[in-house]
């Protein structure tokens, strides 16, 4: 009899969509990141434990959080570096989904996106960020070889 040794390997993967809001001038950025890898990575970080989604989440959650999100994160739209707002997450055991913003002006001809969410925690983490400007959409695909990618409009 022949015996299988199944073998499960961790995914160490975040997932962004970028769209364009064209009425508001503004990108809409939401993050999917496991709450437990964010966990992790924000305690390696900044040796800090925001319990989140639990009743002991610390009340700087949000703010440490958006510290993390602005150290790893960056969005240049036309070669120009946009302001990213933290505007929240939502939190439950698996996964965080995080909500942020960037002011910014059509038209969009390309956008450069730097994410290193978690690679300072995982080699093998990878950052697939969705773009979408009207009716165009781009995928990235991010990791410890490539942070960072533009996508042509």
């Known amino acids: ?3 299988l040794l ?3 390997h961790p995914m160490y993967i975040s997932v962004s969509t970028v769209n364009f809001n064209a009425s508001s001038n503004s990108l809409e950025v939401t993050m999917k990141i496991f709450t437990d890898d964010l966990e992790e ?3 390696d970080a900044s040796n800090q434990i925001l319990n989140l989604g639990l009743a002991s989440e610390i009340p700087t959650s949000d703010s440490v959080l958006a510290d993390y999100l602005n150290e790893k994160v960056t969005i240049q739209v036309n070669g120009t570096p946009v302001e990213l707002t933290y505007l ?3 939190v439950d055991m698996q996964v965080s989904w995080v909500y942020i913003e960037a002011a910014c ?3 969009i001809e390309e956008i450069r996106i730097h994410n290193e969410i978690l690679m300072h925690l995982h080699k093998e983490q990878t950052n697939l960020v969705n ?3 009207g009716s165009t959409k781009r995928s990235l695909l991010l990791n410890q070889k ?3 990618d533009v996508a042509s409009f």
């Open 88 to 90: 929240g997450k939502e």
């Open 41 to 43: 990575g924000i305690h």
């Open 146 to 148: 490539k942070k960072e």
């Open 105 to 107: 002006e059509a038209p």
């Open 131 to 133: 773009i979408k400007v």
């Open 6 to 8: 199944l073998y499960v």
């Open 1 to 3: 009899m022949v015996s």
